[in-house]
């Protein structure tokens, strides 16, 4: 009878030995789950792509299972060769590239597939402050623009169309200056008028080194400024991977919009480790108070007649390049539903 009890006792404290090992086990599986890697290429570090930073931040491609990590490859055509040459698997660009890649005659076409901005993100900053501004007033004068072909510069010409002004006859207009010198150019005295991104635009302003006088993303209109892309192989081949790409995406979008302006550049500081937090609490704000953040991931076709209409406008469209071409919402429909 003790042999029974004892022999009985063993067999349940090994039983319940090796139940506490497998469920160790299992748990050392769950945190050790390798997560797919995915390699983003945007065209510029700025706060005008806070989504993308809260995305990183408060960990909503991990939630999704991917391992994102993020390389900043200046200017539109370094992205794009990133994208095209496979040395990154995303990238965060203006839409208008993906219509030059095409009208090259690409075999492997880029796609975009989730929208992150839907206006222009710069500002037109006057060197005196002006109480009255009135767009006659850059008429006559020096006015730094942005590089040739890009989207700040094609809006830029645009909406001084747009309020009579002929960029190359009614003004000194400068598109000769490296990006990352304009500003550098308008603070040693070049140009009455200089277009800035934040938020260059704000610490001028802070500095007095400039006043901020009017939002080239309100006068242009709803705009596929930035979004996500792919070359169409990739996307094809990582369905679901560019479906909890876009998911982890929405998420982000929706929380900038349900949260404050503190909120969101509280979230995003790390990124931005040299940047005034007052400073980038009032870049997000102006750029949240002004619909430059898309609520959704979606691109939809005015938006993208828009766009189209811009560079036609600036004599930079290459061809007219059909909405569903280059351009698909399946994913951002999807994720949207659930």
């Known amino acids: 009878m003790k042999k029974s009890v004892k022999f009985s006792f063993s067999f349940l404290l090994i039983a319940i030995l090796m139940f506490s090992l497998a469920a160790c086990n299992s748990n050392d599986n769950a945190k050790t789950k390798k997560l797919e890697k995915v390699r983003i290429a945007e065209v510029t570090r700025s706060i005008f792509y806070a989504p993308q930073y809260v995305a990183l931040a408060k960990g909503f491609f991990k939630e999704e299972g991917l391992d994102v990590?993020?390389?900043?490859?200046?200017?539109?055509?370094?992205?794009?060769?990133?994208?095209?040459?496979?040395?990154?698997?995303?990238?965060?660009?203006?839409?208008?590239?993906?219509?030059?890649?095409?009208?090259?005659?690409?075999?492997?076409?880029?796609?975009?597939?989730?929208?992150?901005?839907?206006?222009?993100?710069?500002?037109?900053?006057?060197?005196?402050?002006?109480?009255?501004?009135?767009?006659?007033?850059?008429?006559?004068?020096?006015?730094?623009?942005?590089?040739?072909?890009?989207?700040?510069?094609?809006?830029?010409?645009?909406?001084?169309?747009?309020?009579?002004?002929?960029?190359?006859?009614?003004?000194?207009?400068?598109?000769?200056?490296?990006?990352?010198?304009?500003?550098?150019?308008?603070?040693?005295?070049?140009?009455?008028?200089?277009?800035?991104?934040?938020?260059?635009?704000?610490?001028?302003?802070?500095?007095?080194?400039?006043?901020?006088v009017a939002s080239f993303g309100k006068e242009s209109g709803h705009v596929p400024y930035t979004c996500f892309m792919a070359k169409e192989s990739f996307m094809k081949k990582n369905n679901a991977t560019i479906e909890k790409f876009t998911r982890a995406v929405y998420k982000a979008q929706q929380w900038v919009e349900s949260h404050s302006a503190e909120e969101i550049a509280k979230a995003v500081e790390t990124y931005f480790p040299d940047t005034d937090p007052e400073i980038m609490k009032t870049v997000v704000e102006r750029y949240k108070s002004q619909g430059s953040f898309a609520t959704d991931p979606i691109l939809d076709g005015e938006e993208w007649s828009n766009l189209k209409n811009i560079m036609n406008e600036a004599g930079e469209l290459p061809k007219d390049v059909d909405y569903k071409t280059l351009v698909n919402t399946d994913f951002a429909e999807k994720v949207m539903k659930k």
């Open 69 to 212: 990590t993020l390389t900043t490859t200046p200017g539109g055509d370094k992205t794009m060769t990133a994208l095209i040459s496979g040395g990154a698997d995303v990238a965060l660009v203006g839409s208008e590239t993906s219509i030059y890649v095409y009208a090259q005659g690409a075999n492997d076409p880029v796609i975009n597939f989730a929208q992150l901005t839907q206006t222009d993100g710069t500002f037109l900053v006057a060197r005196d402050k002006t109480d009255n501004f009135s767009w006659d007033l850059l008429k006559g004068k020096t006015f730094l623009g942005q590089r040739k072909g890009g989207m700040p510069q094609m809006v830029g010409e645009f909406v001084l169309k747009k309020h009579g002004i002929d960029p190359h006859q009614d003004l000194n207009l400068i598109q000769n200056i490296d990006f990352a010198n304009i500003a550098n150019a308008f603070a040693s005295g070049t140009g009455e008028f200089v277009q800035l991104f934040e938020p260059t635009a704000s610490i001028f302003e802070k500095e007095g080194k400039g006043h901020i």
